[in-house]
């Protein structure tokens, strides 16, 4: 394998936000700002295919927040089954306070981005 | 006595220039100062036609013998003798006249909007347009407001709408013959309100139902509301231009849809979508019932497939970048 590419790595981030002055409406174009900043440039390349997304809202298990959870993926040209995956999510059952959590996984297989993706969903709650 | 019927000349853009009241049985058209009508045509004969009344009341136009000949109005053939009953337009030379029989049925009477109704119109519509922008831009404040960062843009878009009503108010008195300023700064704020409403809607939509695809091409709205608006624009103007009216508005959403569709498809393939949650709302806005994990993990099958896709194409030109990746 080329030694420009690095496999394996994954990165995980989690913002609490709460607002102390902006009403609901500011609070949700806070988050869409912030959740810009995240995950891989999605612009095509000689190693890699432009970046494709999804979005949707996920209810991970009973008992915990709804999600709003965005998932992106990009493959490698050159190795078959190999992709960098980025995996946001928000949790949506307060107005005005959430967390923001990313997984952003390079190089990896689907099943592996899956299976680490479905316990980073799951893992997200509010402290008892 | 006769039955009244009435003899129209058409001007050049269908607009009647003379209307003749003909009281007698008969009625000659010509170029000759001694007919019923006179018409200014060189190619119309000094008696050109006859216009009478058939036996059961039925007007019709008779040749004279002309060297240029008799038409139905829209007709292609030269006829000799030619029935009014159903179509009264008729064409000698380049002129078009249009005969009526004194019965003839008059569309109803159109509502006149009362003197200053449209600037009254215009003062609400423009208050309510500045408080949508202002309630938009209090409801995305995320910092401490900013003077320039709301007049700004109120500035530029009330340059924008002096600039385009404008436009249309020299069209109108060009072809209508009065401006129509207040008229036209009415269908123009109406069109900002709509424009702003739409993209407020299509955001809150595609928050509520997950629909990332409406967000993307949600701007295609606003092509419809810029047909629609051009088409109210040359529907005050007059309407006897409404075909091209409507010519114009489907070429407009047309053009606009193709250009927008293709900038976007050329824009996925080089520059992909974005890691973003998007336009978020309040949770409250959220209109579906969430999916279980597994089935949003399964819907990423579709996504592989889709990046999988891509793996066999050619990567655009102008990637010749080193990436580490």
């Given amino acids: 394998m080329s030694d420009r590419i690095l496999t394996g790595r994954v990165e995980i981030t989690y913002s609490y936000l709460k607002a102390v002055e902006l009403n609901a409406f500011q609070f949700a174009k806070e988050l869409s700002q912030r959740s810009m900043g995240y995950g891989f440039d999605g612009r095509a390349g000689k190693r890699l295919t432009t970046q494709e997304c999804r979005d949707d809202f996920v209810a991970a298990t009973a008992g915990k927040p709804p999600l709003r959870a965005t998932w992106c993926m990009r493959a490698y040209r050159e190795f078959e089954g190999l992709y960098n995956v980025t995996l946001i999510a928000l949790t949506q059952d307060r107005d005005r306070e959430a967390l923001m959590a990313t997984l952003t996984m390079q190089g990896v297989s689907h099943a592996n981005a899956v299976a680490l993706g479905r316990r980073f969903l799951e893992a997200i709650q509010w402290p008892q | 006595m006769a039955a009244v019927m009435w003899i129209e000349v058409l001007a050049r853009d269908g607009d009647v220039a003379t209307r003749n009241r003909i009281d007698t049985a008969e009625a000659r058209v010509g170029r000759a100062f001694d007919n019923d009508v006179v018409v200014?045509?060189?190619?119309?004969?000094?008696?050109?036609i006859r216009v009478s009344r058939g036996e059961d009341g039925e007007l019709v136009a008779e040749d004279l013998g002309s060297l240029n000949g008799l038409y139905a109005e829209h007709g292609a053939e030269r006829v000799a003798r030619l029935s009014l009953r159903n179509s009264p337009g008729l064409r000698i030379g380049r002129t078009v006249l249009r005969v009526h029989d004194g019965a003839h049925a008059v569309a109803p009477e159109k509502l006149l909007t009362p003197p200053k109704a449209h600037l009254r119109w215009d003062m609400v519509l423009g208050a309510a347009l500045l408080a949508l922008i202002l309630l938009l831009n209090w409801l995305n404040l995320t910092t401490e407001p900013n003077a320039n960062a709301i007049l700004l843009p109120i500035i530029g878009l009330a340059t924008l709408l002096a600039v385009w009503t404008g436009l249309w108010a020299v069209l109108s008195r060009v072809f209508f013959g009065q401006a129509q300023f207040a008229l036209n700064l009415r269908i123009a704020i109406t069109a900002c309100i709509a424009i702003v409403l739409w993209d407020l809607v299509a955001e809150t939509i595609a928050y509520a139902f997950a629909w990332r695809g409406l967000g993307e091409y949600a701007s295609l709205g606003a092509w419809v509301i810029l047909a629609a608006?051009?088409?109210?624009?040359?529907?005050?103007?007059?309407p006897r231009h409404m075909k091209v009216a409507l010519g114009l508005v489907f070429a407009l959403i047309a053009s606009g849809?193709?250009?927008?569709?293709?900038?976007?498809?050329?824009?996925?393939?080089?520059?992909?979508?974005r890691a973003t949650l998007g336009t978020l709302r309040p949770p409250a806005f959220r209109l579906v019932t969430p999916a279980s994990v597994d089935d949003f993990f399964r819907d990423t099958d579709a996504t592989r497939a889709s990046v999988d896709q891509a793996r066999t194409k050619e990567p655009p030109s102008g990637s010749g970048l080193p990436e580490m990746d």
């Fill in chain 2, 40 to 48: 200014n045509d060189p190619h119309v004969a000094p008696h050109h």
């Fill in chain 2, 257 to 273: 849809t193709a250009m927008h569709v293709v900038s976007k498809e050329e824009s996925r393939e080089q520059i992909g979508q």
């Fill in chain 2, 229 to 238: 608006t051009c088409y109210a624009h040359l529907a005050a103007i007059g």
